[in-house]
Structures are given as structure tokens and as C-alpha cells.
């Protein structure tokens, strides 16, 4: 098991509270289209002042960042005295409504780093998987969160579940991109589940990513061209 991947966390009462004034603003631009959830309702949110990433996100990001021995190294040991260090930002920020029945299938994050927080869980795992298409099963999933990853060497990937309760509102799970994740469709329930999502890039300050653009889109064009002349003598 490797529960080394995420960083698993509560808020405090003050976290909550600008999280919920956060998704209680009208007239939110819906994200829906852009995510995988198979659910009612995503909508954009928004981090005033950046409080949430400056109180929060910040110190988390550089937790699990400077785990990696690589970017300790790198940014710590062998920069040079003067040179900034990388900032990280959250470039996407929302809120997800799943009515029963709805789900989240399998999927990853852009972005360097994401997190979940649990808002509003309205079901208790233990009556879920004691629903009748989960007793009986060897795998009772229902209403769960579950982390899905592959190991070096390994055929197999690695699921771990966490079973989820009125008792994780303002849990928050911290994890890389890149590890899959899925969250499981509730029963029997009217209420919303409510969990908030974000993304997380790092910018480098002594990087040009104008330069880097300009120059990637130069590579582009050079290679249309030299498309458009292959056609050309095919003809």
C-alpha cells in the first residue's frame, strides 16, 4: 500500500467556512463539460484573494513536491543563492453536485497536484454496503471514494477505497494528477453529496513560457509547412 501518494488532512472551521460562502455565490459558470463526473451539476468556484491556496493548497503542494528527492535537490541544494523558487497555483477551482445514482468513473487530473474535499456526505458508508446489491458481494463499494494505481513490475493496478460518512465533511484528500481515482454511485438518499475539487500547476520564475511558447508555436508552423510541401510534390 502506498498511502505515501496523497497527503490526507482536515480543515479547520475557518477552511469551511470560506469554502462555503465560496460555492454559495449565484450565477456560477458551469464546468460540466469539461470533467468526467457523470453527474447533475459542476460549477466554477472561486478563491477570493487566493486565501485557500495561500492557507491551504500552498504548504500541501510543497509537502508532496519536495517529497520527490529530484526537486528537493534541484530547488534546495544546487540552486543558486538568489534564484526563486517555483510557485504553485491552482489554475481550476469547482464544485460538484452528485444526486444518487450518479457517479464518477475513472479518471485523472491536469495540472501538477489535485485535492478533493468532502463538503456534504449525506449517506453512511455502512448502510450503503449493507444495501442489497452490496451484501452479498465480496467488493461492497457503494458511495465510496477510491484511489486506483499501477506498481512497478506489477501486472495488477492497486485500488484502495475510502469508505465515506457524515463523519470526513471537511476531510481533504491531496494527491498528484496523474493518480486515478473514481467515486462510487449512493442509493436511497434524496440529499446531494457536495465535494470541492481544484488543480494545481507550478510555475518557474526563471523560465520564459512566452519564449517557450513562441518557439513551440514556430516548431508548429514549420511543421505544417513542410506538410503542406510533402503534399505538394505528391500531387
Same mark, same amino acid.
Given at each position: 500500500?502506498?498511502?505515501?501518494?496523497?497527503?490526507?488532512?482536515?480543515?479547520?472551521?475557518?477552511?469551511?467556512?470560506?469554502?462555503?460562502? *465560496? +460555492?454559495?455565490?449565484?450565477?456560477?459558470?458551469?464546468?460540466?463539460?469539461?470533467? *468526467?463526473?457523470?453527474?447533475?451539476?459542476?460549477?466554477? +468556484?472561486?478563491?477570493?484573494?487566493?486565501?485557500?491556496?495561500?492557507?491551504?493548497?500552498?504548504? !500541501?503542494?510543497?509537502?508532496?513536491?519536495?517529497?520527490?528527492?529530484?526537486?528537493?535537490?534541484?530547488?534546495?541544494?544546487?540552486?543558486?543563492?538568489?534564484?526563486? !523558487?517555483?510557485?504553485?497555483?491552482?489554475?481550476?477551482?469547482?464544485?460538484?453536485?452528485?444526486?444518487?445514482?450518479?457517479?464518477?468513473?475513472?479518471?485523472?487530473?491536469?495540472? !501538477?497536484?489535485?485535492?478533493?474535499?468532502? &463538503?456534504?456526505?449525506?449517506?453512511?458508508?455502512?448502510?450503503?454496503?449493507?444495501?442489497?446489491?452490496?451484501?452479498?458481494?465480496? *467488493?461492497?463499494?457503494?458511495?465510496?471514494?477510491?484511489?486506483?494505481?499501477?506498481?512497478?513490475?506489477?501486472?495488477?493496478?492497486?485500488?484502495?477505497? +475510502?469508505?465515506?460518512?457524515?463523519?470526513?465533511?471537511?476531510? &481533504?484528500?491531496?494527491?498528484?494528477?496523474?493518480?486515478?481515482?473514481?467515486?462510487?454511485?449512493?442509493?436511497?438518499?434524496?440529499?446531494?453529496?457536495?465535494?470541492?475539487?481544484?488543480?494545481?500547476?507550478?510555475?518557474?520564475?526563471?523560465?520564459?513560457?512566452?519564449?517557450?511558447?513562441?518557439? &513551440?508555436?514556430? &516548431?508548429?508552423?514549420?511543421?505544417?509547412?513542410?506538410?503542406?510541401?510533402?503534399?505538394?510534390?505528391?500531387?
Amino acid at each position: 500500500m502506498q498511502r505515501d501518494l496523497w497527503i490526507d488532512i482536515r480543515l479547520n472551521k475557518e477552511h469551511i467556512d470560506f469554502l462555503n460562502e *465560496a +460555492i454559495s455565490k449565484e450565477n456560477k459558470k458551469s464546468l460540466s463539460e469539461h470533467l *468526467a463526473g457523470n453527474i447533475s451539476k459542476s460549477e466554477i +468556484i472561486e478563491d477570493k484573494d487566493n486565501w485557500f491556496l495561500k492557507s491551504v493548497v500552498k504548504e !500541501l503542494s510543497e509537502r508532496l513536491f519536495y517529497r520527490d528527492w529530484d526537486n528537493f535537490s534541484k530547488y534546495h541544494i544546487e540552486v543558486e543563492v538568489g534564484v526563486p !523558487l517555483p510557485e504553485f497555483k491552482m489554475n481550476r477551482f469547482w464544485v460538484n453536485y452528485q444526486k444518487k445514482h450518479e457517479f464518477n468513473p475513472i479518471h485523472d487530473h491536469n495540472g !501538477l497536484f489535485s485535492f478533493v474535499v468532502f &463538503m456534504k456526505i449525506p449517506t453512511h458508508w455502512k448502510d450503503q454496503h449493507a444495501l442489497p446489491i452490496s451484501v452479498n458481494s465480496n *467488493a461492497p463499494v457503494a458511495s465510496d471514494f477510491a484511489f486506483v494505481w499501477s506498481e512497478k513490475d506489477k501486472e495488477s493496478c492497486t485500488p484502495y477505497n +475510502i469508505p465515506l460518512s457524515s463523519e470526513d465533511e471537511g476531510r &481533504m484528500l491531496f494527491f498528484p494528477g496523474w493518480l486515478q481515482h473514481m467515486v462510487y454511485p449512493f442509493y436511497e438518499c434524496e440529499e446531494e453529496r457536495i465535494t470541492i475539487s481544484g488543480n494545481i500547476i507550478i510555475e518557474d520564475p526563471n523560465v520564459n513560457y512566452y519564449e517557450e511558447k513562441k518557439n &513551440m508555436l514556430k &516548431m508548429m508552423e514549420y511543421d505544417v509547412q513542410q506538410a503542406k510541401d510533402e503534399l505538394k510534390q505528391m500531387k
